[in-house]
């Protein structure tokens, strides 16, 4: 069937890499991506994470799908544009990752709390099992440093059989790391995959360096 509004889908990007970029200082990565079809299985802690995956495939110029609840898909249904798969839909996304896709599985199942994982579902590993492609533990974390903006760093694992396992260590050393840094530096040994929005400490806006020509403060 002929796509009704073929004009949907680039507006659609627009408006998803503007969200990004507007509402996140930076998109980081470390790790090595996988260069045909995969599941991509990381934790879900923001309402940012399938964005950021989104754009990740795009900076890398991958196909993309990600599994989604019917809830969520039956209020976003313009997300199927994006690669959005129903979560039902195991075959697909199967196909999918055959045909060379990534195949993006959050395995918590839900957005969780920050902090350790919460129990796996074996959704993840059966896709990539029954598709004969690599299971990638994806560490992902959305927080709020030393600037105005919140801050997203991925950290792609190698590819695992043992997921619970593999998915807890990446998360463990990205926590580690956001603990050990400087909060207002990117992470050492990190990527920038997306450029954001800057922060105050970064870009002085205009009123202010009036006020400041004005007032002679230095």
Known sequence: ?????????????????RS????????????TLPTG??????????????YVLRELAW?????FRVLM???????FPFLRR?????????????????DGAWVAVFPEGAVQSSGSLGALHPGAAWIARTAGVPLIPVALRVVMRGGQWPEAYLRVGAATTSLPEALAHELGV????????????????YLRVMRGRATGTETVDWPARLLTRITGDR
């Open 1 to 17: 069937m002929a796509d009704r509004a073929p004009w949907a889908t680039p507006v659609l990007k627009h408006s998803i890499r």
């Open 20 to 31: 990004l970029r507007t509402g996140l200082g930076g998109v980081w990565l470390r790790g």
């Open 37 to 50: 079809g995969a599941v991509l299985a990381p934790n879900h802690n923001s309402w940012w994470d399938g």
């Open 59 to 63: 900076w890398a110029g991958a196909d």
């Open 69 to 75: 609840t019917a809830r969520q898909l039956g209020r």
């Open 82 to 98: 994006m690669g959005a798969l129903e979560a039902g839909r195991v075959r697909e996304a199967v196909r999918g990752a055959q």
């Open 174 to 189: 990205l926590d580690a790391e956001l603990a050990a840094s400087n909060p207002e530096q990117p992470l050492a040994g």
